[in-house]
């Protein structure tokens, strides 16, 4: 089965989420066909959509300007699975406590923008996360924090007391860059656990 990719290419690390999609996919025996969003029309031929961090302000802009942000919030109602990081979980939540940024309410969750420091304050720390046998080794870069989830919003992991990645129904989000390591098992989470079904 060949797989249709979205990564919203607006900013980020777009062709490192677009090689950890296609080694999600490898290891389910699936073959992944990335494509890059900078405009409407893309995502609703998307199996599974990428939103990777960046400026969220200069994201969010962007997504309402080409009328991308209707269609992701359509592919979600739909039940086809994304993975925002960073930026993109900032995006893609309920509040940013930050009016210059249009969120689109995907994850019921309040984040503080760039709560774990400045770049200079960026760590990498191994994370447990529920799904994974291993501890993942998460990259944090300006990291947001997830200071209030919803009922219905899966708290996967935490640091410092904190989520640091959470699920809301086809939606993952994490505060990290898991793109920046070889290890693509927080994309195999998003895609593929409890996913088969909507692909």
Request: glycine share 8%; net charge negative.
């Amino acid at each position: 089965m060949t797989l249709e990719v979205g990564v919203v290419a607006v900013q980020g690390d777009v062709s490192e989420h677009g090689d950890a999609a296609r080694r999600a996919a490898a290891n389910h025996g699936e073959e992944a066909v990335v494509h890059e969003v900078r405009s409407a029309g893309v995502v609703p031929d998307c199996d599974l959509l990428l939103l990777p961090g960046g400026e969220s302000t200069a994201i969010s802009r962007l997504l309402e300007r080409e009328g991308i942000d209707e269609e992701i919030v359509a592919h979600v109602a739909a039940e086809k699975p994304v993975l925002a990081t960073c930026a993109g979980l900032i995006v893609a939540s309920r509040d940013a406590r930050d009016e210059r940024v249009e969120t689109l309410g995907l994850v019921d969750a309040t984040v503080d923008r760039n709560a774990f420091g400045r770049q200079v304050d960026s760590f990498e720390a191994p994370l447990d996360v529920t799904g994974l046998d291993e501890p993942f080794p998460a990259v944090f870069i300006r990291a947001p924090l997830i200071d209030e989830v919803g009922d219905g919003v899966d708290v996967l992991a935490s640091w410092d007391g904190k989520p640091v990645a959470v699920r809301d129904g086809p939606v993952v989000g994490t505060s990290f860059h898991p793109e920046l390591t070889a290890d693509a098992r927080i994309h195999d989470l998003a895609f593929f656990e409890n996913a088969e079904a909507a692909l």
